[in-house]
Each structure stands twice: as C-alpha cells, then as structure tokens.
C-alpha cells in the first residue's frame, strides 16, 4: 500500500533506530509498503522512518527494477570523502552540498534475518548513507557544514526547529534572560575598564552603578534560572538534560558576576 | 550480632557498605574487603589521563573512612566463597589474601551472614595478545581504567606531544581492545580530551586521531545508543556521534574486534568479516571485563563455581538466563533484587553480578566472531544497585529472612552519565545524557524501548561545569563527609 512521506514542515517522530526483531509479516508488509511507495513517487529509495514507521528498514529500487531490502543495515566502515550535491524527499525541490563517504560497507539482516555485507560507492554509498541517517532519526540538515546550513534554513519557511522533535524546541524565552544578563557583563566590564580613565572624585559614583549593575544581573540570573526551570517543564523531552544545562549557565553568570563585582570593588 | 561482609570498595561495593554500617550501626558488624588500599573516582581518571589531574584528586586512603564509619577494613583479595561453610562448621565464610604492605599473601578465612560481592571486574587484558598477559597491561598501549594506568597514559601521552612538538607526526588509536568490552563511553571521553588537549598544545595539525571500537554503530555506547540533542536537533547518538567526530576531524572505525596487538600496530576483524590493520604511535584500548575468578566450595570442598557464577566469571543473580534469542529479550531478564538464586545470603551489585545478557544488538561476523558491547553496569546504576542491595541486606538482619527484598532493576531505572569531550573552565565540553530505562523495556515502550521524554542529551560547556562538580560532589559523599547520605548515587 502506498504511504505518505513525512515532508516538511512536518516534524518526524523521536522514535527510530528500532532494530528489527521479530522477522514477521507487519515487517514484510512495511518492506511492502515502502516498495509501493518508492513506485508512486518514482524515487530511488526509502526508509522506513519516512513513512512513519520506527524500524530499521530501508528499501532500494535496483537499475533493474527490483529492490534491496535492507534490515537493521549498519555502517561498518568508509574511505575517502567527497562532497555531493543532494535532495531528499523529506525536503521536497531542495538541494543541499553534504560532505559523504565516497566508499563504505555496510551489514544488513535480509528478511531471512541472516546477515549479510554490501560494499557501495559513488552515487549508491551516498544513497545508503542518506537513509541510513533518516533511520537514525536525522534528515540530511544535520550533516551540512555550519554555513551550508544557515544558508539551507533561510529556504525553510518555518526554519530548521520544526525538524526537532514534536516537543522539544531549542529556542526558549528564557535566552531573553542570558542576552540581558551577558549585556549586563559587559556593561560591567565597560565600566570597570571606563574606571581607569577617570577621576578618583568619579570612582566613588562609579562604584554605586557597578554594584546596582551586579544585583541587576543578579537578580536575572535568579529570574532565569526559576523561569527556565518553569519553562523546561512544559517541553517534557526537555527536562532532565536541560536541568543540568540550566544549573550550569546559571553558575556560570554568577561567577562571571562575582567576578568581575570583586574585581570592581578593588579597583574602582 | 550479624555480620555482613562486602567484597570490593569501589562504587558500588562502597555505596553498600557505607548505607550498611550506617543504617545498622553499631549493634551490627560490616566488614569490607578490597585489594586496594585507596578509593578511586574512576571517571576522573580520564582527566588524569591527559595530565589534567593527578592520582591524588582522584583517590584518597580508604582506611580513615571506613574507622570513621565503624567499618572494619581488610586490605586482601577474596579468593573464594564457602557458602555451606565446611565439614567442621556450618558458617559461611570468604578466603581471603592480604594485599596489605607487610602481610602480603597471608591466608585469612571471614564468616559472614551475609556477603555481598561487589568486586568489579577483571581487566582481562590477556583476552587479546599483545593486549596484557595475566599480569595486565601489555607494553604496547595504555589504559584509563586504574589512576596508575591514567598516570602511565599521561606520561606517554606527554611524550608523544614533544615528539609532535620537535616536528615528528604522530597516530592515535583509541578505543576498545576486544569485541566484547564495554566502557566505549570512557574511552569516547579520552579520545575527545586527548584532541582538546593537543588542541590547547598547538600539536593538533600533527596528529591523526582514530577511533576503533566494537560498537555496531557509533554512539552505541553498549546501550544500543540514545537520542542526543546536538547543532539544535534531536537526533539519535549515531548522527550526534558522527557529527562531532567529523568536526573534530576524528576518523573511525567500527563493528571491530581487535585480535591482535604488536607494537605500534593492531589487527582486527570487522563485522562483514573483513580483516585490516592499523598502525598507531599511542594507543588507549580498553580491555574487556571479566569476573575476578572467585571460586565458589560446598561444604564437601566440591568445587561449586559453575552454580554461583556464570561462566564469564560473573556471579548469577535473580536474572532470566535462559531468554535466549534477541527477539525473546524482555526487560523482566535483568535482575531485581541481586540475590544469589541458590544461597539466599549471598548478593552481587555493579559490575559483579552476571547479566542476563547484552543490551546492545548481539552480533557476529561471518567467521562466527561475536562482535557487540557488553552491558554496561558501571557509575550511576552500580551505586544504586549497591543502596539497594545494603538496604535488603540490613532489613533481613534486622526485621528478619521474610523481609521484603528492595529492588532496583535496571529496566527500571533511569541513569545520567556526563561524558568529557575537553576539560576547561571556559573551553571545556561535555555531553550531559539521561536515558530511561537503561535496559530497554519494548513491552511498556514500543519502538526504541525507552521512554523519550526521559531519554536525552545535550553536550556544552554547562556540561563540563557539572562534570568538574560531579567529580568533588561524589568524592565528598565517598569520604563520609557531611551530608553524604543526602547525595544522591
């Protein structure tokens, strides 16, 4: 049966990278699935994750019309690197410059579920690599260059945080609390540098701004780190490393702070 | 007066122990026996391994703890286990052999009622040739696994920067040493702090670093890998994985068993049963773990090995270990409670306790070799195993043998491991990872078998913050100081 592909906007799921354990018809019946698909869109192959589905699966219509059933498939090994101009179904009419393997070896499991080994490269080692990361969850976006990247997101529409999963955003109202605690540092510094171009009669004034400056940014760091806590709970996927993350930032500007007030106080 | 005896004082046997003695207090005996004479916060040593830390931040004398908490210390390895006691008593007791400066090699017997084994593993470098022998570390790498071996790393390491530094290109191999370790996390974290460190030495353009290990996919890490969220997008530990060693210019090599090692070489076999070579200048493989060889003796003096231990050398618990096939694993596999399913009285935690099998994909390569992590059972669950265990044992001694037992699976359990990409105040990194449940559970969670909103990471300099905090926090909760029980494992 045909199935839809995931395209964006659509953000796929956090499930993938299942391994496939039990050889049996819902198996054979997606490997079906998929090979319908690939037919109705004219495409070269598939993974399973792009049809919705959390296994390890991937289907390669042959030059010859047949397919390669790929199951629970591994990369093993590489050489060389090329760099390849790619589309993806995922991203429909887009392209994108991806550094690839020219050459590598995967293991896959047939629907026998006996291993077996395939070398590719060229045009075919790129294929694999591209869907063996849709399986692990990733779109090509991942493996772009930083620059190659934010030249791709300024095609998306809605940007690249869609593609995250349904729940977990990386921008967060709380970046509002860092930006104006780092623009209180370096105030901070600013007028910890202004202070040895003048006057001692100004120093005494100068000293009072500094220290409102570090109960200001004081007080934001507190804010952040009870709003950030707030905020986390509400992206439940978020929760757990982003504790960390947060206690983390927040010692980081109240040490920055305690700094720099110390360093202030001596001097100014 | 009962007596509970705890064979090993590292995370795990320690943790018992120290809850033990202070649940129980004086109106109880506990008796620790380790080899060692210091405490050794092994996730540090990867800091001592590129001379950011020395053997003395990252272990301190056991004694003064264990006399502070009324603990009574033997330094001596435990040689084998008397279940039944023996023809003249019906006590159980442990052989054991000082290892003590001065009574080294004396023979001594402990009764006990109940033990707990919590020995660790071997470091059975003698699993590959040329890895180690029988008396461990071979001549041609380095290891992280001991503060000593760390030091050692570190002065070879040292080396190799000069010789870069006189102009003389050099080639790191790190990894792991076997096809069927595990720890590929420690060894993830000394090749990214080995590249940091040349980094900051200015050497970086003049070493080729590679990574080999016996994981199917990178970011495996023996627990068949876990979402990670990294260049804002939450991805699986593979593409996390890929993406940071390409960024770090990090080549790799995977699905390999290393079966060989020369100097300045190893042979390995790959999983599509291909065989290769790769030459190095340093190289840090990780060996595989195996039990300590402690034998077990009925009260006839048969000798009763095979029904406490697995064949692995790991001691059997109240694990499934007849689940068979990868298809038929189920969370129920992995052990509740740790106790010995023929004596009662008898109890293993952390790396100690036989698993019911991997977590990771089993695998083979053609030629029959099986190539897969083994589980990891080390840092966060080894403590917390080890609290529970104490917690079962000082119940039974003093509510009685129909005490409920306490439980502490890691199918049900969460764990978070902060792994070290470069240390720094400013500069340092570290991926921060949760993961829910650490032993996939498919039934409750179909697909990855994990709860995803439980099961994350994120890598940056906070990370690295909490490490460096972690590393003091734990070795303050090690040496009893105050507050220590409110810290969590």
Redesign the interface.
Same mark, same amino acid.
């Given at each position: 049966m045909v199935q839809e592909i995931i395209k964006y906007p659509t953000p796929p799921s %956090?499930?993938?990278?299942? *391994?496939v354990?039990?050889f049996n018809e819902d198996i054979f019946s997606l490997i079906e699935d998929l090979k319908d698909t690939i037919n109705a869109n004219n495409l070269e192959a598939l993974a399973a994750f792009q049809i919705g589905s959390?296994f390890n699966v991937v289907v390669i219509k042959e030059e010859d019309g047949t397919f390669l059933e790929l199951i629970?498939p591994?990369? &093993?090994? =590489?050489k060389d690197k090329i760099t390849t101009i790619e589309t993806t179904a995922y991203f429909p009419n887009r392209s994108a410059e991806i +550094?690839r393997h020219d050459a590598i #070896? &995967?293991?896959y499991q047939d629907r026998d579920a006996t +291993?077996c $080994?395939l070398k590719a490269s060229g045009a075919r080692s790129v294929l694999i690599q591209r869907k063996l *990361?849709y399986n692990?969850?990733?779109t090509f976006? $991942?493996?772009l260059s930083k620059q190659e990247?934010a030249k791709f997101e300024k095609q998306l529409e809605f940007g690249? *945080?869609i %593609? &995250? $999963?349904e729940?977990?955003p =990386?921008t967060f109202k709380r970046d509002y609390f860092v930006k104006a605690s780092n623009i209180l540092l370096i105030a901070m510094v600013l007028l910890l540098g202004a202070s040895f171009f003048v006057s001692d009669a100004i120093h005494s004034g100068m000293w009072n701004i500094q220290l409102t400056l570090s109960l200001v940014a004081l007080v934001t760091n507190i804010g952040y780190f009870f709003y950030a806590h707030y905020e986390a709970k509400l992206y =439940? #996927?978020? %929760?757990?490393? +982003?504790s960390?993350?947060i206690?983390?930032?927040t010692? &980081?500007a109240l040490v920055k702070i305690v700094v720099i007030t110390i360093v202030s106080y001596f001097l100014i | 007066m009962a007596r509970l005896v705890v064979l090993g004082g590292g995370v795990s046997g320690h943790t018992a122990a120290t809850f033990a003695a202070e649940w129980l207090g004086s109106a109880h005996e506990v008796v620790v026996v380790t080899p060692n004479a210091k405490w050794n916060w092994i996730p540090s040593n990867i800091w001592v391994g590129v001379g950011q830390m020395t053997k003395e931040d990252v272990t301190f004398d056991l004694a003064p703890v264990y006399a502070k908490a009324g603990i009574k210390y033997h330094q001596a390895k435990a040689l084998g286990i008397h279940p039944e006691g023996n023809e003249t008593s019906d006590k159980p007791y442990v052989v054991i052999e000082s290892t003590e400066a001065g009574k080294a090699g004396q023979i001594e017997n402990i009764e006990y009622d109940y033990l707990i084994n919590a020995t660790g593993p071997k470091l059975n470098f003698a699993a590959t040739p040329g890895l180690g022998d029988a008396n461990g570390l071979g001549e041609f790498t380095v290891s992280v696994c001991t503060a000593d071996h760390a030091t050692h790393a570190n002065e070879e390491l040292q080396k190799a920067i000069e010789k870069m530094k006189k102009g003389e290109r050099q080639k790191f191999l790190i990894g792991t040493g076997h096809g069927m370790c595990t720890c590929q996390g420690a060894a993830f974290e000394y090749i990214f702090n080995i590249e940091h460190e040349l980094k900051k030495a200015g050497v970086r353009d003049m070493a080729e670093i590679k990574w080999i290990s016996n994981e199917s996919f990178l970011g495996d890490f023996g627990v068949g890998g876990l979402h990670m969220k990294a260049m804002g997008f939450a991805v699986s530990s593979k593409i996390f994985a890929e993406s940071l060693f390409a960024e770090r210019d990090v080549d790799w090599i995977i699905g390999a068993h290393v079966n060989k090692v020369e100097k300045g070489k190893v042979h390995y076999e790959l999983l599509d049963g291909s065989m290769g070579e790769e030459e190095f200048d340093f190289s840090m493989l990780i060996p595989p773990f195996a039990g300590v060889g402690l034998k077990a003796i009925n009260k006839a003096g048969e000798d009763i090995t095979a029904t406490v231990f697995a064949p692995n050398g790991f001691m059997k618990v109240d694990a499934n270990y007849a689940a068979g096939a990868y298809e038929n694993w189920k969370a129920s596999d992995w052990p509740k409670t740790y106790q010995n399913p023929t004596y009662k009285n008898l109890f293993a935690c952390g790396i100690a306790f036989a698993p019911p099998h991997p977590i990771s994909k089993p695998m083979s390569s053609p030629n029959g070799t099986p190539i897969n992590p083994t589980p990891p059972r080390t840092g966060m669950p080894s403590g917390i195993m080890g609290k529970a265990v104490a917690h079962s044992v000082c119940d039974l001694i003093t509510k009685g043998p129909d005490a409920p037992l306490h439980e502490a699976s890691m199918a049900h359990m969460g764990a978070a491991c902060v792994a070290s990409a470069g240390k720094g105040l400013f500069t340092g990194t570290a991926a921060a990872m949760t993961i829910y449940p650490v032993v996939p559970d498919f039934e409750k969670y179909p697909g990855t078998g994990r709860d995803t909103d439980y099961t994350f990471g994120e890598i940056g300099l906070a990370g690295h913050w909490i490490k460096h905090i972690l590393h003091h926090l734990f070795i303050w909760k090690a040496k009893l100081k105050a507050g220590w029980t409110l810290i969590p494992e």
């Open positions: %956090v499930e993938y990278g299942t *391994d354990r039990n959390y629970n591994r990369l &093993i090994s =590489t +550094q #070896s &995967i293991i +291993q $080994s *990361d692990f969850g990733a976006l $991942s493996k990247k690249s *945080d %593609v &995250i $999963s729940s977990c =990386t =439940t #996927s978020c %929760v757990s490393c +982003q960390g993350n206690i983390g930032t010692l &980081i | -």
